[in-house]
Nanobody, 113 residues
Framework: QVRLVESGGGLVQAGGSLKLSCAAS??????MGWYHQAPGKQRELVAF???????NYVDYVRGRFTISRDNAKNTVYLQMNSLKPEDTAVYYC?????????WGQGTQVTVSS
């Protein structure tokens, strides 16, 4: 069973940066990525990365966020730059393994104006 441990959330001023990390137990994880959920809103995909390194981003973070992964460590990262107050949310990582999705516990990101 895959387990995910997230880290790196916190409070930052608008224009600042944060880097999230998510380490997965197990091996040969397929797709990994990040969703976020703002208060009162649905969970939304932010970015994902395949095992081969292909990436995709939601339009409103493209150019500000960068997703990467270290397959040897089964870890996915989300570098978030030029943060905006509207980026405030709980960020959840996920990992896909043998067709099954596992979620991290979530980490709070708060961007003050």
């Amino acid at each position: 069973q895959v387990r995910l441990v997230e880290s790196g959330g916190g409070l930052v001023q608008a224009g600042g940066s944060l880097k999230l990390s998510c380490a997965a137990s197990g091996s040969s994880i397929d797709e990994m990525g990040w969703y976020h959920q703002a208060p009162g809103k649905q969970r939304e995909l932010v970015a994902f990365i395949t095992r081969a390194g292909g990436t995709n981003y939601v339009d409103y973070v493209r150019g500000r966020f960068t997703i990467s992964r270290d397959n040897a460590k089964n870890t996915v990262y989300l570098q978030m730059n030029s943060l905006k107050p509207e980026d405030t949310a709980v960020y959840y990582c996920y990992a896909q393994y043998l067709g099954k999705i596992t979620w991290g516990q979530g980490t709070q990101v708060t961007v003050s104006s």
